[in-house]
C-alpha cells in the first residue's frame, strides 16, 4: 500500500511551490510522500543554542544570590527568634527553616534582577557598569 499523499496547497499554485511545500507539513505522516511522488523529508530535531554570556552571568548571579539570601536570613531570623524567647537550638529551627524557604527564593530573584539590569544598561548606554 502507497504512503498518504499530503497536500494543502490550492490548485492554481505552480508546481514549483507544489513541489517545495508540499507533504512537508510537520503534522504529516511519517513516510507520507508528496505530490511528485518523493519521499517526505525527514529532520532530526535541532539542538538549542547555548546560552549567552549575558545569559550566563545572569543564572551565575541567581545561584550567588540564593545563596548568600540563605546564609543572610539564618542569622537574622534565628537572632530575632532568641531576642523574642525562644532557646537556642529553637531559634536555629526558625533560622534554618526562614532561610531554606525565604532566602533563596528572596536573593536568587534578587541577585538575577540585579544582574539583569546591569546586562540592560550595558547594550543600551554601551557603558561598562
Known amino acids: ?40 523529508a525527514t529532520t532530526a530535531p535541532t539542538q538549542a543554542a547555548p546560552p549567552s554570556t549575558s545569559e550566563r552571568h545572569i543564572g551565575v548571579a541567581g545561584v550567588k544570590g540564593a545563596i548568600a539570601g540563605f546564609l543572610v536570613l539564618v542569622p537574622i531570623a534565628g537572632g530575632i527568634s532568641l531576642l523574642a524567647g525562644f532557646d537556642p537550638l529553637g531559634a536555629l529551627g526558625i533560622g534554618a527553616f526562614a ?17 539583569y539590569t546591569r546586562t540592560e544598561r550595558r547594550r543600551h548606554t554601551g557603558a561598562q557598569v
Open 1 to 40: 500500500m502507497d504512503a498518504p499523499v499530503i497536500s494543502d496547497e490550492a490548485p492554481s499554485a505552480s508546481p514549483e511551490v507544489r513541489h517545495r511545500s508540499a507533504g512537508d507539513r510537520p503534522d504529516a505522516p511519517a513516510g507520507a510522500r508528496r505530490p511528485d511522488g518523493a519521499e517526505r
Open 99 to 115: 532561610g531554606i524557604w525565604g532566602g533563596p527564593g528572596f536573593g536568587g530573584m534578587l541577585g538575577a534582577t540585579l544582574a
